[in-house]
Each structure stands twice: as C-alpha cells, then as structure tokens.
C-alpha cells in the first residue's frame, strides 16, 4: 500500500529496519531497556495519536473526548489495582516530567531537596546540578558507602542538618532493596515529603519481587517502559487526596499540554500484561538472572559494588583496573553486548569516563532467557573484561552472541 512507510518514506524506513537488526542481534543489557509488546505498540501507533484531549477523563476542554476518557480510566484504573494506591496519573511524558511536577506541585523555587547523588546511583532529576531540580530547587545530596550501600543512619544525620522540603528515594544504578520504611522515619523527623522514585525497579515492585514505596511515601513516580516493559512515558501514583489534586494541575496546566493518548493507551495495555500471573513468574525471573550475572562476574575476579544484588541490575568496578568503564563499554559492544558505562562509590575518572559499567536483565529476559543463558553470557563478558584489547576475540564473541540471540527471538510470541 503507498500509505506505508516502506515506500513513502524508505529513508527513515531502513534506520527502522536497522534498528530492528540491531536489537535482534545484540544482547541488550542497558538496565533501563527492555522489549515492550506487539499490542503496546500498536496502541502507540494507533488513531489515538490524532486526538487532543485537554484536561482529564470526563473533565476534558476539547469535544470528541469519549473514548479517549475511556482510555485513560482504564489506564487509570490499571495503574490503582497495580501498585495498590488510590491515584494515578497517568498522562506524564517521561519519568523526568513526573519527577518535574511532583516538584512543582508540593514545593515552591528555591526550596529545599534531598535526594541521591548523580554520581552515586541517583537520577538527574534528584536534585542533579545541571537538572531542572537542581536548577530551580535548592539541592542536597546522600550517598552510598565505598560498600556501596545507602547507610540510613547518615541520610537521617545529613537530613537533620538539610532540613528538606522533600526527600527523594529510589534510583538508577542501585542494586539493593530500599528501605522504605526507613526513608519514612527520615521524612517524619524532619517534616519532609516522602517522594519515591520507582523508575527502575517497579515491575519487581508490583510483581512482589520488592518491597513497594505504599503505604512509606507520600508520592510515587515511575516510568513505565523499564521493568514494566510498557510503552515509554511516566506516571504518578498517591493515597493522598489533596496531592492528588495538586500534581494533576502540575502536569496539566502546569508542566504539559495535551496528553498523549495513545501513549496513554498503550499504558493501558502494558499494564494489562503486568496485571496477568505471567508477570509475577517474569519479574522472578528477571532477579535470578541478574544474580546469576553478578555470581559468575565474582567467580570470575570481578568486583561487583555491594557484592551482588537484589534487583535486576549489577553495578562492575574497574578501580582497581586500568581500563574504565568506557573501554569496557566500547569492547563489550564490539562484542554484540550492549551496556552502559557508569559511575561507582569511590569513583577517581570523569562522570565521561567511569570505572564501572552497568548491566541489566530485564530485556534479555524478556526474550526468554534464564540461568544457563546467563551464565554463558557472564562468562563472555569477563572474557572481554580480561582481553580488553583483543579486537579478534571480540569479533569473535560478536557472532557467538547474534547465534545465541537467534535463538531467543523477538515478538514471535507473547512473552508474559
Ligand atoms: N536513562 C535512565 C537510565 O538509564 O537509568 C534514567 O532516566
């Protein structure tokens, strides 16, 4: 048909094609990706992306809202039976956005932040210097010890001192549990809002593969393409009323203007699949493969920060190296393995250069792969990691990996 993309447009086409190659033949273990479904997708690509719809459901400033209003109480209603909260909403474009009006709605300019350090596993949108929250708030920062583990006792001792409007918990290379319970009496000695950032982890979250941030804070962000492996935007969740109804005026008419329905929809969908008893056997998996990456890393010399983890991802140190997390990066990707490079406790190179890497499961599981893959994948990127240099030897793995990739492939079924 010459509506299609193919033949109207065969440039933009063939980068779709490639990328489609790409992530077929590599292993992709950004922790922050994943493969979302067929179904997902089409809602996102659906008629819905032709529609304003102003305002929230039934409370809309356009006509020809009602099905775009059915949509979003779905979404809605989904996102509620998920994590178990009262509210949510669901038209945030991205998690920084969330994080923007959650800001916005409870605080105002100037006024006092807290929450964890960029370089330390936090997210820029915590109060990150060259961030917006960072920017218009005033902003203060916990870390991790050189264990690479929130020390709770010293958040509550630098809260004291702060003295915060809010304090952001949750992050984005952390591979521990938080403890919400702990960041709760935190925000209760010092007066403070209680802001979790689930990004990361809530498709263990609402699994019950980890402890959820309810009944702990008093507001929740997440995006909603990580773990949850829906379509990409953000969402915002409370048990509280009156917040409720300050962050739907922060995200419209405050932070955005018309929400994106079919992204909106596809929320809808994604959530459908988090919401199945398929999920649960997912999440599960996703946390035995990490720890089966993080086992055969160690058993291999490799320094995991905080030995190990509870989640989907593992943090790798190269301090003690002499190549960074950059050269790591670069040889693992000439390998077909794609990771990112990443900040570590400790860490002695630029934010650019890092001693680390992160590595993540969720995509990977998503295609259907367990423990045995794991290990054989743990074990050719420590081959890497000890031929760093070994251009050959990478080329070589390439191809052993796009083999292995073949076997696990995308989208020829329902994967949860
Ligand atoms: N870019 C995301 C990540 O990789 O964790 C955070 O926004």
Redesign the pocket.
């Known amino acids: 048909m010459s509506y299609a993309i193919e033949s109207f447009d065969p440039e933009i086409f063939e980068t779709i094609q490639n990328e489609l190659e790409r992530q077929t033949d590599h292993l992709e273990m950004?922790?922050?990706e994943n493969f979302t479904q067929p179904a997902v997708m089409e809602a996102m690509g659906s008629v819905f992306t032709n529609k304003y719809a102003e305002g929230y459901p039934y409370k809309r400033y356009y006509g020809g809202c009602e099905f775009a209003d059915k949509a979003e109480q779905i979404a809605i209603d989904r996102a509620c039976e998920l994590f178990d909260c009262k509210f949510a909403n669901v038209q945030p474009h991205s998690?920084s956005q969330a994080n923007g009006a959650v800001y916005a709605a409870l605080i105002k300019a100037g006024e006092k932040i807290l929450g964890m350090d960029l370089s330390h596993g936090g997210?820029l949108t915590h109060g990150s210097k060259p961030s917006f929250s960072g920017k218009n708030y005033s902003s203060f920062t916990y870390g991790v010890e050189l264990d690479g583990r929130i020390n709770y006792d010293k958040v509550m001792e630098i809260a004291k001192t702060v003295q915060p409007k809010i304090i952001v918990c949750g992050a984005?290379a952390y591979a521990r549990e938080i403890d919400f319970a702990k960041f709760r009496e935190i925000a209760d000695e010092v007066g403070a809002v209680l802001f979790a950032d689930i990004?990361?982890i809530a498709g263990l979250v609402c699994a019950g593969e980890h402890p959820s941030p309810f009944p702990y804070a008093d507001v929740v962000t997440t995006t909603t393409h990580k773990t949850l492996a829906g379509p990409r935007g953000g969402m915002i969740m409370t048990n509280d009323e009156d917040i409720a109804k300050k962050i739907n005026s922060a995200i419209f008419p405050g932070l955005q203007g018309g929400p994106l329905v079919h992204v909106i929809a596809a929320k809808a969908v994604g959530f459908k699949y988090n919401l199945s008893p398929a999920w649960k056997t997912y999440a599960k998996q996703v946390k035995a493969n990490a720890t089966k990456l993080a086992e055969v890393l160690i058993a291999r010399g490799y320094d995991i920060v905080s030995g190990g983890t509870d989640n989907h991802l593992v943090l790798v140190s190269f301090l003690n190296k002499e190549f960074s997390g950059k050269d790591a990066d670069a040889a693992l990707g000439a390998a077909g393995i794609t990771v990112?490079k990443n900040t570590v406790p400790g860490e002695t190179r630029s934010p650019f250069v890092t001693s680390g890497i992160r590595i993540g499961s969720p995509a990977l599981t998503s295609r259907g792969m367990k423990e045995a893959e794991f290990e054989v994948i743990a074990n050719k990127i420590a081959d890497v990691l000890d031929h760093i240099d070994d251009h050959a030897l990478h080329a070589t793995i390439k191809e052993e990996m796009k083999a292995l990739a073949s076997d696990f492939v995308i989208y020829d079924k329902p994967i949860y």
């Open positions: 950004i922790a922050s998690g997210h984005s990004a990361h990112n």
